[in-house]
Structure formats: structure tokens, C-alpha cells
């Protein structure tokens, strides 16, 4: 059974930092694609930042030199270290694996990150 366990969300005052964990049991994330998703209060859920098998990393323009995903191997766990937080960037963070064989992504119980101004 896959399992996804977020950690790390709260509130913090713009400018300010958080780290985000996420740790897999189930599922390799190293052999499979890794990414973060958010989902703003009233919107849908968008992608933030992914990962794949070799490390490669990406982001969404809006996060970009702000956030960075890794991923600690012995540990399968990603992370998202995010800086310079801003009030848009509040919302419910959620990690996700999308295995290569192409199953359906699984995803983490969602962890809440919230901004002040």
C-alpha cells in the first residue's frame, strides 16, 4: 500500500521560510516522477515544482529562484524548501508520485502553508 506523509506546512509572515516533507512508503520516489502541487482557496490544484528519476528539477515561473525540490534517497522523502514567501503562495501543499507505468498519481493528505501579509 502507497502512502504519502506531508509535514512542515504553518503560517509564516511574508518574507519568511518553510520546508516541506514528504515522506513515501509503498513506492520508490526515485524510480518513479516526484512534484509538488498547491491549491490556492478557491482554485484548482496546479503543479509547483517536480523531479524526476535523475534528479532533474522544474518549476512553475511564480516560484522560480524561491523554491527548490530535492529528494533524499535513503530516506525516500522530497522536499520543498521555500523562501521569500509570499501571501499568494498560501494554500494546501500536496506531494505526489506519478509512477512510470503510468498508473494514477498518488498523493499525500495535503499539508497547509498560510502567508500573512
Known amino acids: 500500500q502507497v502512502r504519502l506523509v506531508e509535514s512542515g506546512g504553518g503560517l509564516v509572515q511574508a518574507g519568511g521560510s518553510l520546508r516541506l516533507s514528504c515522506r513515501a512508503s509503498?513506492?520508490?520516489?526515485?524510480?518513479?516522477?516526484g512534484a509538488w502541487y498547491r491549491q490556492a482557496p478557491g482554485k484548482q490544484r496546479d503543479v509547483v515544482a517536480t523531479i524526476t528519476r535523475p534528479g532533474t528539477t522544474n518549476y512553475v515561473d511564480s516560484v522560480r529562484d524561491r523554491f527548490t525540490i530535492s529528494r533524499d534517497n535513503a530516506r525516500n522523502t522530497v522536499f520543498l524548501q521555500m523562501n521569500s514567501l509570499q501571501p499568494e503562495d498560501t494554500g494546501v501543499y500536496y506531494c505526489?508520485?506519478?509512477?512510470?507505468?503510468?498508473?494514477?498519481?498518488?498523493w499525500g493528505q495535503g499539508t497547509q502553508v498560510t502567508v500573512s501579509s
Open positions: 509503498g513506492i520508490i520516489f526515485s524510480s518513479n516522477f
Open positions: 505526489a508520485v506519478l509512477p512510470i507505468n503510468g498508473r494514477d498519481a498518488y
